[in-house]
């Protein structure tokens, strides 16, 4: 068995279109990795890319975020990814460490087909493909994951009208235990291959789950090292607590609310 690596080299990460892709805070997900790095005394770099930059090798980075928008920013996005969707794959292939919310879940599959206009091609990363649904999924959400052999709940708010389906070259992020998911049918939740780990959780979704966030650090210098990563233990008592209340919410909510709902009520109170 290998020993424990102590001495942890400095974190390269990858936002890409940052200011196309931040939808409820999403970048709140780059700051959770490198505020929990630092605190451990791990550098880290961030290095962002936005639409027509020169095309990065995504494999020499260790962390990969592409996060949630709306079909306008999508469309930007969808016309730009057929420069970055090798630099994707051949990420993805090498085993960095992804984590795509909401659109950027939508964007690494194969298509994204709205409820009117053209279809959007993905990146091809993930075996998955969505389309734009006639309801909208609107609600403290929560979902059992499993990595590396452990199992915890994951907790977020999910705000999609997309529908989507998995393929056999992917696996559930998750299994839903309150909320939509992917489709409000199936159980599932976002979308995982490798070290790629998408989900339609924003929140944002790393800052309330230190767990997921640690997760994602230890696995991207796992690989970086080759060796086991023990991370030394935080004081995660906020996060703790603020995990614990989006949990209750998601659980008093469970199986009865969407955005439709309040909607209505607000109609007939009128």
């Not at 200011?19 to 805070?25: Q, Y």
């Not at 599959?109 to 709205?114: F, M, Q, T, V």
């Not at 929560?142 to 992917?170: K, M, Q, W």
């Amino acid at each position: 068995m290998t020993s424990p690596v102590t001495d942890l080299p400095p974190l390269r990460i990858a936002h890409l279109w940052p200011s196309l892709l931040n939808v409820a805070g999403d970048g709140g997900n780059v700051t959770a990795v490198q505020a929990r790095s630092r605190w451990r005394g791990i550098a880290t770099e961030t290095i962002g890319y936005e639409a027509g930059d020169p095309v990065p090798d995504l494999t020499a980075f260790d962390i990969v975020f592409v996060q949630g928008g709306q079909d306008v920013e999508m469309a930007l996005v969808a016309a730009d990814m057929p420069r970055v969707a090798a630099a994707l794959r051949d990420a993805a292939d090498a085993g960095v460490v992804m984590l795509p919310v909401c659109a950027g879940l939508q964007l690494l599959g194969h298509a994204y087909i709205p409820s009117a206009g053209p279809a959007l091609e993905g990146a091809h990363v993930l075996d998955l493909e969505t389309r734009g649904g006639s309801q909208r999924f609107m609600q403290h959400a929560a979902v059992e994951v499993t990595i590396d052999g452990e199992t915890e709940t994951v907790v977020g708010f999910e705000n999609h009208s997309g529908v989507t389906e998995l393929g056999p070259g992917a696996i559930p992020f998750g299994r839903v235990v309150a909320g939509a998911g992917n489709n409000g049918r199936d159980g599932n939740e976002g979308a995982r291959r490798d070290n790629v780990f998408a989900t339609y959780l924003h929140g944002p979704v790393l800052p309330k789950n230190p767990w997921l966030a640690d997760m994602l650090v230890r696995l991207a210098l796992a690989r970086k090292t080759g060796q086991r990563v023990v991370l030394a233990p935080l004081d995660d008592a906020i996060e703790r607590r603020n995990h614990d209340v989006a949990l209750e919410n998601a659980m008093r909510n469970r199986g009865r609310r969407t955005a439709l709902t309040p909607a209505r009520l607000h109609r007939k109170a009128s």
